[in-house]
């Protein structure tokens, strides 16, 4: 069986940058392990797999896998998926997905870059003392305040880019935190000063989901736009997530929403044989 398979890196300037996705166009669903071996294969942090519907719920229905389990919400493969799609019909201005535990997600032209609007996920502030402290021993450092998101998404924030920067937590004690199975590790500070030019700068990590640090996350995104646009005053920020690849986010927050800005380019085009 041959199926066409994109590599696209999402929230990059330029190849080499941002977050790297597969985009997989299937005929069908395969069973759910065949699904985690292909990813498991690809060995990227996500492998986007489309199956297009004609029912006009959505264009494409999407599901993303990641080398060691399905994820809820993913936003880079997201961007990525819809750069394919629309490079691919220059007429559409937008393509949806429809997606099994985020619902209908978006992604539409705007000028040169993409928008990606999806769900807020507002975070709450820890008051667990246990946790706040494993928190820190697990990042390797003091956050100023710990705020959570379900069981799923911890965030650490800091004075400064500066701290960020130098984090190096400990996938183990990362993983023992035990706040879900599928726990992202955030850490986020104002971008003031920081050579990137943002005005928040952010990492993430997921250890538990066989990724280790994730090099544009858009789900972290959801999470901490909600906290950062109440804290600046205003609806939008620049954001940009400082890990080895680096990229740049536009943030703002409609409502419910999230909307993330960002370009795409794709860097391999060819055919998985299975």
């Not at 990059?12 to 294969?41: K, Q, Y």
Request: charged share 20%.
């Amino acid at each position: 069986m041959r199926i066409p398979f994109h590599q696209i890196d999402a929230f990059a300037d330029r190849a080499f940058t941002g977050n790297p996705a597969a985009v997989m166009i299937l005929d069908g669903w395969f069973d759910d392990a065949t699904l985690l071996a292909i990813a498991a294969e690809n060995n990227l942090a996500e492998t986007a797999y489309l199956v297009a519907r004609t029912d006009g719920v959505a264009d494409y229905d999407l599901r993303w896998f990641a080398p060691a389990c399905e994820i809820a919400l993913c936003g880079h493969a997201t961007l990525a998926s819809g750069a394919w799609a629309l490079a691919r019909n220059r007429s559409l201005d937008h393509v949806t997905f429809a997606t099994r535990k985020a619902g209908v997600l978006t992604v539409a032209r705007d000028g040169e870059r993409l928008t990606l609007d999806l769900p807020a996920r507002p975070p709450r502030p820890v008051t667990d003392a246990g946790l706040i402290t494993a928190t820190a021993a697990a990042i390797g450092a003091t956050p100023d305040e710990v705020l959570m998101h379900g069981d799923d998404y911890l965030v650490a924030v800091f004075a400064d880019a500066t701290a960020i920067r130098a984090l190096r937590p400990d996938g183990a004690a990362v993983t023992a935190l035990d706040t879900g199975p599928d726990l992202l590790l955030i850490a986020t500070a104002p971008g003031a000063g920081d050579a990137s030019g943002a005005d928040v700068v952010s990492r993430a990590w997921a250890f538990a989901a066989g990724i280790g640090e994730d090099s544009v996350t858009g789900s972290a995104h959801c999470v901490i736009a909600p906290y950062w646009v109440d804290r600046l005053g205003r609806t939008g920020f620049a954001a940009y997530q400082a890990s080895a690849r680096g990229g740049h986010v536009a943030c703002r927050v409609d409502g419910d929403r999230v909307v993330l800005g960002g370009t795409c380019v794709e860097v391999i085009e060819g055919v998985f044989l299975l």
